[in-house]
């Protein structure tokens, strides 16, 4: 995370580093781990990352819903339940398997497409003091259903575990959502669900083509065969008089090893899932957070930049000075550095704001003087003549200005965003490379026009 990004966001990003190393091997070796304690510290994380003064409040009203989001799981800690999705491609059973899991009616189930169109949860067992939730999700991979594939994933993604359901071997849509999937670092069970349309020998060897599918991302034991809507067993019945009767018995759903192996992994590492799932989302909010909070002083840094370098430009034009002694000409430039500090959350005092000035300057004057100091001055004064205004020739040394503090302050902006350091290259390259990337002809343009609107005034006459 970026150091710019304050205390607490880092104390935050700590915590989420530090929880995911610890919970790393904690599925796998469930008696190395201690859940209440990774409770404890997913609960840390959580409110350090909603509690963070250094968000801006823009930044926390775009991402309100992510904070909501932070509130939910902290009550859902607390009360220790377990969110388990269920998640798959359209009609593969997936509302049906959990409604045999859960014993009762509770998803609607239909022959048409989509038909769970939203995120549906029902309260299921309660397993070593843990509230269990089914979470019912709408299929992926529906033609015009992109919408429901992105909450089918963004359901997954905040879910304690993701019961991936398949009816038959995988579908290369289904192999990319697995290993979408299996980005999120959710653990995971595959369930082949309709097992009992295929024979002893086609069923173990479609489980056994699955296991290598899901290689790395599901355990063996965790691919289980299912069938939460069995086809209805034919009886024949022969009467007395030799006429035949055919039957249609229903069956029972077959869902007892699935059953019980959700139960054996809530029981033994449920808590130390949920807050794994914790960790996971902080982490996941804490560089969305950084991100936005990077954007939002960019965005400020350049309104600070430019206004400086229109405060300079028309001072110059107002006062034009030789244009050998415009970059010693700092008192607006150290103003503009101490204004980014205090933008990038890295106040600095006018002494470092001064050496800070005099490195970049000293970069920037090696440059021109070395490469294109003539090609500068001409660019500033191209078009001038002697039959044009004085106010004409102050303009473009006022643009003159302008470009030095645009370079002073995209320099100084970049030193403290990689905090207060120049990086391996040193002043001279990370000068250089924003001279390189800047439009230099541009910049003067639009400098030359700006000053000129100020210097003229509203009634636009020269």
């Not at 086609?202 to 599918?213: I, K, M, P, T």
């Not at 957070?289 to 960019?298: K, T």
């Not at 100084?412 to 230099?440: F, H, P, T």
Request: charged fraction near 25%.
């Amino acid at each position: 995370m970026p150091r710019t990004q304050g205390k607490a966001s880092m104390n935050a990003s700590r915590l989420w580093n530090t929880l995911r190393a610890r919970l790393g091997h904690a599925f796998a070796h469930p008696a190395r781990t201690t859940s209440d304690t990774h409770v404890a510290q997913a609960s840390e994380a959580l409110r350090a990352l909603l509690d963070d003064p250094s968000i801006p409040p823009g930044v926390r009203g775009e991402l309100s819903e992510d904070f909501a989001q932070i509130e939910s799981l902290l009550d859902k800690l607390d009360a220790g339940d377990l969110h388990i999705a269920v998640f798959g491609r359209v009609s593969v059973g997936k509302s049906a398997l959990g409604n045999a899991l859960l014993g009762r009616e509770a998803f609607a189930t239909g022959v048409l497409h989509g038909t769970t169109k939203s995120r549906n949860a029902e309260r299921w067992h309660e397993v070593a003091g843990q509230g269990l939730h089914l979470i019912d999700t709408p299929g992926i991979n529906e033609l015009s259903g992109e919408e429901r594939e992105r909450l089918a994933f963004d359901v997954a993604a905040i879910s304690d575990l993701v019961v991936f359901v398949v009816d038959g071997d995988m579908t290369q849509s289904e192999l990319d959502a697995l290993r979408t999937l299996g980005k999120t670092q959710r653990p995971m069970l595959l369930a082949l669900n309709k097992a009992d349309r295929y024979t002893a020998d086609e069923r173990e060897r479609l489980l056994a083509r699955l296991r290598e599918h899901a290689a790395g991302l599901v355990r063996a034991e965790d691919v289980i065969a299912c069938a939460a809507l069995p086809a209805e067993r034919i009886v024949v019945q022969v009467h007395a008089d030799g006429r035949e009767r055919e039957t249609r018995v229903a069956q029972t759903a077959d869902v007892a090893a699935l059953d019980a192996r959700i139960r054996d992994i809530a029981e033994r590492e449920g808590k130390t899932l949920a807050a794994l799932n914790a960790g996971l989302f902080a982490g996941d909010l804490s560089d969305r957070v950084a991100v936005r909070v990077a954007a939002a002083r960019r965005d400020l840094a350049q309104r600070v930049i430019r206004n400086y370098c229109l405060a300079k430009g028309i001072a110059v034009a107002l006062n034009p000075v030789p244009v050998a002694d415009l970059l010693a000409a700092a008192s607006l430039d150290v103003a503009l550095v101490l204004h980014l500090g205090k933008v990038y959350g890295m106040p600095l005092t006018r002494s470092e704001a001064g050496t800070l000035i005099a490195t970049i300057t000293g970069a920037l004057a090696a440059l021109m003087g070395a490469i294109w100091g003539v090609h500068l001055v001409s660019s500033a004064l191209k078009g001038v003549s002697a039959g044009l205004t004085t106010l004409v020739t102050a303009g473009a040394q006022g643009a003159l200005a302008w470009y030095a503090t645009e370079v002073v302050g995209r320099a100084a902006e970049k030193y403290l965003v990689q905090g207060k350091s120049w990086g391996e290259g040193g002043a001279k390259r990370a000068v250089a490379d924003i001279v390189a990337g800047l439009d230099r002809d541009s910049i003067l343009r639009e400098a030359r026009a700006a000053i000129l609107a100020r210097l003229r005034g509203p009634q636009g006459d020269a």
